[in-house]
């Protein structure tokens, strides 16, 4: 404590002395005034050799004789060409700091340092300290629901880390690195964390955005302090999420970036097998990585967490369904099926926001009348009735009648659950809910189909305003069908021309001219949903069948 006192004495002296000089310097060294009119008097009669022009409350004046002044600065926009034309030297230079604000900072700069240790450069390891979580994480891979193959490679993972022995003794190297990637809200952390749990390791966890700091190298000195963690504890899991932060090809414009990374592959080359560490990180953009972090013997392993299929969504539902009590009549099967390219954590939502409608109307169990609400203040957000016209809700009614229809007839895998025309707190004036069955691959006629529905809407709305009084309600649909249109055309070669940009639009026209003629077909039906949806405003899937039964459903499923 008396070393440390004693350097705060000195450099507290050390400020002083430079205060006291530099307010002494500027004192004497302080030039004379000069009145603004005595200035043009003297620089007409060529007194004066150079004037320098400030951002600030002064000119600099520089007489032929040496001597200096200063003059007030006028702020004219003609004052620098007055001074041209009588020949005098102009120079134009900011304002120079106050001698007292520059000691000031000075002051403000040392008493920092002080407050910070004293240390000097070893005052800044505070920044550089890692905050991760040690423990054994109490979450194994039971408590996870995800595909088969993902859960083997990540008990093969567990096996690596509990008995090393039996697969060093075959030669097998464990990986040293493995990427975790796919969709946001997957479950990547948290199948992290269960590996840690299963092979009852230490589990250390840091987000990218951790690594990368105002101050440079403070993000390869955390990456060396987490390495260095992980080895004291005998080995255990490194986890590192989103390292997009710091993992991105590299391209020279951001040295503590690339200084991170760098200390990160360094860090990854030096550890050996024996060391009981495995380096596990998330991304949702593998494409987006700088190569020689997925090169061999980094990142070399890469396992894929997609979107869960029906039985994996099933299992998901039934674990956070454990501390929850439910009707008898809410069948968690139903749910699985409806949620289609859900993803874990939406799940998760989707139960608890029904547990919280449950608790608003102080029930004792979550209904079934909870769960619906919560999946549409999920998938389209809270109802606001009242908010639309009468005309409005007439267009409405008509454009979701046209989706709906169009769903039942070109979409006859879908389950159409639900039309209404109240609008949602997410800017939707309406919508039409289907559910569509899980599908790995896609044909060209079922994608058409999809355009066709997403274009169903603008379809019928033409069909009763006419082209020129559309609205602007198709926005999103519009938005949808030309993004499966240019995906058909650019990356799936499903155009007829070759030209991307041709088959594009030739694939639009198409769709909604298949959307025009459907619609006209059966538009004594659609006419019939449109006054339902006036009438009810919602119509749920019971409610649908009748008025749709004398439509036979064309066959646009994926042929065999």
């Known amino acids: 404590m008396k070393n440390k006192r004693w350097q705060g004495l000195m450099v507290l002296g050390m400020i002083g002395a430079l ?36 951002s600030g409350d002064t000119w600099q004046v520089q007489f032929t004789d040496g001597t200096r002044a200063a003059t007030p600065n006028p702020r004219a926009t003609d004052g620098k060409e007055r001074l041209l034309a009588l020949g005098i030297d102009v120079r134009e230079q900011g304002e120079p700091m106050p001698a007292l604000l520059l000691a000031a900072l000075a002051l403000g700069g040392a008493l920092l340092l002080l407050r910070g240790g004293g240390r000097g450069a070893a005052g800044l390891q505070k920044y550089a300290a890692v905050h991760a979580d040690e423990r054994v994480p109490d979450v194994t891979l039971s408590d996870v629901a995800i595909s088969a193959d993902t859960m083997q490679s990540m008990r093969d993972l567990a096996s690596f880390l509990k008995h090393p022995e039996s697969f060093i003794r075959l030669g097998a190297r464990r990986p040293r690195g493995v990427m975790l990637y796919g969709p946001p809200g997957t479950g990547k952390t948290l199948l992290a964390r269960a590996l840690a749990g299963e092979a009852k390791t230490a589990f250390f966890a840091l987000s990218g955005s951790d690594f990368v700091q105002v101050y440079v190298g403070v993000g390869a000195s955390r990456v060396r302090e987490l390495f260095r963690r992980a080895r004291k504890a005998g080995g255990g899991v490194i986890f590192i999420d989103e390292i997009d932060a710091i993992g991105k090809s590299r391209d020279n414009g951001n040295d503590e970036r690339d200084q991170t990374l760098n200390a990160l592959l360094t860090e990854m080359s030096g550890f050996s097998g024996q060391d009981g560490i495995i380096v596990l990180a998330a991304t949702n953009r593998l494409d987006t990585l700088d190569a020689a972090l997925l090169r061999e013997g980094r990142f070399d392993r890469r396992i894929e967490v997609g979107l869960p299929d029906y039985g994996e969504r099933l299992k998901i539902l039934q674990v956070h369904a454990r501390n929850k009590p439910l009707a008898e009549t809410v069948k968690l099967q139903d749910l699985a099926r409806r949620t289609t390219l859900f993803s874990g954590a939406q799940l998760e939502t989707l139960l608890n926001e029904a547990a919280i409608r449950a608790a608003r109307r102080e029930g004792m169990q979550i209904e079934p009348e909870d769960m619906e609400a919560a999946f549409c203040a999920v998938t389209v957000g809270e109802e606001r009735p009242g908010k639309l016209s009468e005309r409005e809700k007439r267009t409405v009614a008509w454009h979701e009648a046209g989706h709906a229809l169009l769903t039942h007839v070109m979409q006859p895998e879908a389950q159409l659950a639900r039309v209404t025309i109240i609008p949602s707190s997410r800017g939707a004036a309406g919508y039409s809910m289907s559910v569509q069955p899980d599908r790995q691959l896609r044909t060209r006629k079922e994608l058409m189909a999809m355009i066709s529905v997403a274009l169903g809407g603008r379809a019928a709305e033409e069909m009763l305003l006419g082209q020129d009084d559309v609205t602007t309600g198709a926005a999103n649909d519009l938005k949808r069908a030309r993004e499966i249109a240019s995906a058909m055309a650019r990356e799936w070669a499903m155009g007829k021309t070759g030209d991307p940009a041709a088959d594009e639009k030739d694939i639009l026209r198409e769709a909604m001219e298949t959307a025009r003629q459907c619609l006209q077909r059966y538009e004594s039906a659609l006419q019939g949903l449109a006054q339902a949806l006036l009438t009810r405003e919602t119509l749920l899937e019971e409610e649908l069948r009748p008025l749709l039964a004398g439509i036979a459903p064309e066959d646009a499923a994926p042929e065999a």
């Open 19 to 54: 205060l006291i000089f530099l307010l002494a310097r500027e004192a004497g060294d302080a030039p004379a005034r000069l009145s603004y009119p005595e200035f043009w008097q003297l620089a007409e009669h060529g007194k004066i050799e150079s004037v320098t022009l400030g």
